[in-house]
C-alpha cells in the first residue's frame, strides 16, 4: 500500500452560545470531527483554514476571533483515494485553529459539502457521548473539554 504525506489543518469552530461544530467525513469517515483539510502547496495554514471552514460549511468567518492552537498532532489513518479508487495509507500532520463566531448556533446557516457531512452543534457537555476522531480527541483534551 503507498503512504501519502499530508499537512492537514482543523478548525475548532465555537459559536458565541459555546458550541462547537462537529461532522463526519474525510480519512475518519465514521468519527464526528471538525471541518478541515489538506494544505495546498504554497498556502498558508491561516489561508487553508478559512478556505475549508468556507468549502466545507459555508460559514462566513467575517467578524470571528481565529487563533492556532499551539503544537502540532500526527496521525494516520487509510484512505480510498476519489479519483482513482486506489487505497493508501495517509500520514498526517494536523494544525489546529480555534475559530470563534460572534452568532449562536441556531442563527448559523450550514452549507456542508465536499468531505464534511451530518454537521451539527454540539454542546461542550455533551462530547464525551459521542465516537470522536483520534486527532479531535487530543485536541478537545488540549483545550480542557475531554478527561
Known amino acids: ?8 489543518v482543523g478548525a475548532f469552530i465555537f459559536s ?17 470531527l471538525v471541518p478541515g483539510g489538506g494544505i495546498e502547496e504554497g498556502e498558508s495554514k491561516l489561508a487553508a483554514v478559512k478556505r475549508e471552514v468556507t468549502e466545507e460549511t459555508g460559514i462566513d ?3 470571528a476571533h481565529i487563533e492556532r492552537i499551539a ?3 500526527t496521525g494516520e489513518s487509510e484512505k480510498m483515494l476519489r479519483d482513482t479508487g486506489e487505497r ?9 485553529f ?4 460572534p452568532d449562536v448556533a441556531q442563527n448559523i446557516t450550514l452549507k456542508t459539502e465536499d468531505d464534511f457531512t451530518q454537521a451539527k452543534w454540539v454542546a461542550l457537555g455533551d462530547l464525551s457521548g459521542l465516537k470522536l476522531s ?4 487530543t485536541t478537545l483534551r488540549k483545550m480542557g473539554y475531554l478527561p
Not at 500500500?1 to 492537514?8: A, E, N, Q, S, Y
Not at 462547537?20 to 465514521?30: C, P, Q, R
Not at 480555534?98 to 463566531?101: A, E, M, S, T
Not at 483520534?134 to 480527541?137: E, L, N, T, V
Open 1 to 8: 500500500m503507498r503512504t501519502m504525506l499530508r499537512d492537514i
Open 16 to 32: 458565541a452560545d459555546g458550541k462547537l461544530l462537529l461532522g463526519k467525513g474525510g480519512v475518519y469517515g465514521d468519527d464526528w
Open 61 to 63: 468567518l467575517a467578524g
Open 71 to 73: 503544537g502540532a498532532l
Open 88 to 96: 493508501v495509507l495517509v500520514k498526517m500532520r494536523f494544525y489546529n
Open 98 to 101: 480555534r475559530i470563534d463566531l
Open 134 to 137: 483520534p486527532p479531535s480527541i
